[in-house]
């Protein structure tokens, strides 16, 4: 992948450069709106369900909330993820020198067990570039599959933890010469997940015709390496000084301290470690990134981040399943969780929304999750 | 619910007419396309895989299909029922001497344990009419809950079988004075069906545009009481003599003789009761309609009828949920798995079809099905 010093300025043009360069190549994913759950979010919660939690005895918020899902769930390879590794290929055989240095040949290289491992192999295989991936030897069967079989990747194993995948990695970018692309923490790689939030904007707008003052409120997006909500941040500045902002919100899970970004922000410092930790929202069980953290923290382009809880994304998954009719994993209900039960947030929203409310983009970020993953999660119910 | 001798003739303008009345009620559901599903049906199946079948031994079929699937699962209600429901609905409120009669005071009423009863109730509550409901005792509590709570039907409970419903249903008309509405055997209930088909050749249409000579080849349904599969053959019947006809075929399960349809067409009378069957298909358990049979058998507008396995239903459906990320009740995905895995169905699409294929339109019927149904039915495997 490019060298991060000649990437392009973090910046709302750059995703729009970004758009450009990807749109052959991904979907625009459809904007669902569901009146069922806007009359959920809207009504206050009850005393009773407060009990038990931080806000107990509190007086429950009373946001108007009106949802604008980006079914991210439906883009190519089932996630969000091929929009950053599109891009990356993309400014990858842009980049001077590179084809020359045998740089089509040598190919692409990283270490995930999930959605980014199978958007880079897809990514790859459009530009006819050889892709080498190493997955953790316990990553499931169906997403070894998924990158062996159907994007014809290089596939080694490695050992399940960090050390292990990167020594790994580190083996195959030495024997082949070919090019790490990391999964979240590059300015191309956030560019690109940037695009999501662009199109929302511009489908919002559509989908508002005959009202050009309309704009989204805010957007919320799940918050794990920080690769989409930081592009998502990008895309949601102004482009020009006199433009409303969009707010942009964070959403993770608090389960054995998954909630690295929000405590950072809460401390003023990046949290670059976390435990293992057994959140069913297994897209978000890492710290937050460097490059991701210097456009929600140092820049302050994120205004909050919010937690949830794992009953919360269950209950925010069967809402999705059951009233959208639409399949999304775990993760990607996670900000959808903290706009329905978070007390912060909602709180918030009725403040600056008032009567009127507000208009919340939300990323779908995927819906990669097999019936037997989600037949054993509700299982344990 | 307006009586069928002064109802509109059976055609496709009397489709076009009932859409214009139910638009403002319904929304316009999303065609989606999948490359996955299409590659998978433009691939020869193996001889393996027809080993056991009734085609084993033969030479696999060569079809080419590109699907466009009409999500009816993303319908008001969560199905195609409010088409019709509403249509009723218009139609009797038009009836001339109803209203003087008392009759928005008497109301509808219907028996049904499924989605008729919620579409019938949503239609009613949306013109200030009450809709009285006879459900058997043995419904889903999530189903009595919509029908009761959310579109705030009078609710009658019964004993199972179908004698004992129609009898609670005519103890409500004599004691109310409410009109029936049937869920399927009626002509404006068939013609509001008929509007999904219409619009999904208008949809195909705009997703074509610069083709104008561009139409589907054909439609498949499931079939049940036989609404849906009338409607739809009325909405694909030529406009005008030189048109190129659509195609209408239908699906249903095999299990416990549930292909009554089928079987009806074979001896070229209508089977007008089938036994209890246990196929998961729910909404297809039924005989197919006196009304329906017309259009079907009589007027030759539905091609053929193709029937399916209970291990082929379950294979489309987690092939539906778990790549084109949609959710989608058993009955829903019948016509998918016909044209996945009936030999028939996929050497008549390769003869007619050639190389160049077929542009084939599936109905979604409908996506009500709840997580702990659907992994009640995965657990069995």
């Known amino acids: 992948m490019a060298d991060p010093s000649i990437s392009p300025p973090l910046t709302r043009s750059s995703v729009e450069a970004a758009h450009r360069l990807i749109k052959p190549f991904i979907h625009e994913t459809p904007v669902l709106t569901n009146s069922t759950l806007n009359k959920l979010a809207s009504t206050p919660r009850t005393a009773e369900e407060l009990a038990g939690t931080e806000w107990e005895g509190r007086d429950p918020a009373k946001p108007v909330i009106r949802f604008w899902f980006k079914c991210e769930n439906f883009q190519r390879g089932g996630a969000f993820k091929v929009r950053g590794a599109f891009h990356a290929v993309e400014r990858l055989k842009r980049e001077p020198g590179w084809e020359e ?12 067990s999930g959605n980014h491992a199978a958007a880079l192999s897809l990514a790859a295989l459009t530009s006819s570039i050889p892709a080498h991936i190493i997955m953790p030897s316990n990553s499931s069967p169906i997403k070894i599959a998924a990158v062996r079989d159907t994007y014809l990747a290089n596939l080694t194993f490695s050992g399940p933890t960090t050390p292990e995948r990167e020594a790994a990695a580190a083996r195959v970018v030495a024997e ?73 919100f964070g959403a993770e899970p608090t389960l054995d301290g998954a909630d690295d970004a929000r405590r950072g922000l809460a401390q003023g410092e990046r949290i670059d470690w976390i435990g293992p930790t057994r959140t069913i929202a297994d897209g978000l069980r890492i710290p937050v990134g460097k490059v991701p953290w210097t456009i929600i923290h140092d820049r302050k382009l994120v205004r909050a981040v919010y937690g949830v809880s794992e009953t919360e994304i269950k209950r925010a998954l069967r ?33 600056e929304g008032g009567e009127e409310g507000w208009d919340l983009g939300v990323i779908f970020s995927g819906g990669n999750v097999s019936l037997d993953a989600l037949e054993a999660l509700f299982k344990e119910e």
Chains 1, 2 share one sequence.
């Open 319 to 351: 809402l999705v399943w059951e009233r959208m009719k639409v399949v999304v994993e775990p993760s990607a209900v996670v900000p959808l969780a903290a706009a329905l039960y978070n007390e912060e947030f909602r709180a918030l929203i009725e403040k």
């Open 101 to 112: 240095a045998g740089g089509r040949e040598k190919g692409v290289v990283t270490h995930s």
């Open 176 to 248: 082949t010469g070919a090019r790490l692309v990391p999964p979240y923490d590059h300015p191309d790689i956030i560019l690109g997940q940037g695009t999501a939030a662009l199109e929302l904007q511009e489908q919002f707008a559509r989908l508002n015709q005959g009202n050009d003052k309309k704009k989204l409120n805010a957007v919320i997006t799940p918050l794990g390496g920080g690769g989409l909500i930081s592009g998502t941040a990008l895309a949601c500045s102004p482009s020009s000084p006199e433009d409303e902002p969009i707010h942009v």
